[in-house]
């Protein structure tokens, strides 16, 4: 069974993130893609995010021995390969793992306005996934 008091944790930091994130929203696009500060804390943010949610699905995979986590996107996949996750969420959440290893791997290909359209339409995302991780508490 998965530890309740490290899924807790994790969901409070994923909690503090998004409360960060979405004072980001305010911005208009041209404020957000001209101003360093801006875009540069969403940039780090969303990172952030979505390596908690990676963390949390690691350990919920490892802990119910779901199978070998070889990559990032091998935990959405088992995760709905055994009905944790609805194919939509994996299809989701594995955009997100591709979208950090830009923020990470490829920070100087990073397109602010796609950026900026994350912050506007799709952090309820995030939301979705808390809800699937919270059922382990």
């Not at 943010?45 to 690691?58: K, P, R, S, T």
């Not at 997100?96 to 830009?102: D, E, H, K, L, S």
Request: net charge negative; charged share 30%; hydrophobic share 40%.
């Amino acid at each position: 069974m998965p530890k309740t008091d490290l899924i807790q944790k994790r969901l409070q930091k994923l909690n503090d993130y998004l409360a960060i994130l979405r004072k980001l929203r305010r911005y208009t696009r041209e404020e957000f893609i001209t101003d360093p500060e801006h875009y540069g804390s969403a940039e780090r943010f969303l990172q952030l995010a979505i390596e908690v949610c990676n963390d949390l699905g690691n350990h919920i995979v490892a802990d119910l021995e779901l199978g070998v986590v070889d990559t990032y996107a091998d935990v959405p996949t088992l995760l709905a390969k055994h009905g944790y996750i609805d194919e939509s969420l994996r299809q989701v959440w594995t955009r997100m793992i591709g979208f950090r290893n830009i923020l990470v791997h490829d920070y100087l290909l990073v397109d602010r306005t796609i950026v900026h359209s994350v912050l506007k339409q799709d952090l309820d995302d995030f939301e979705r996934l808390k809800r699937v991780f919270a059922q382990f508490l």
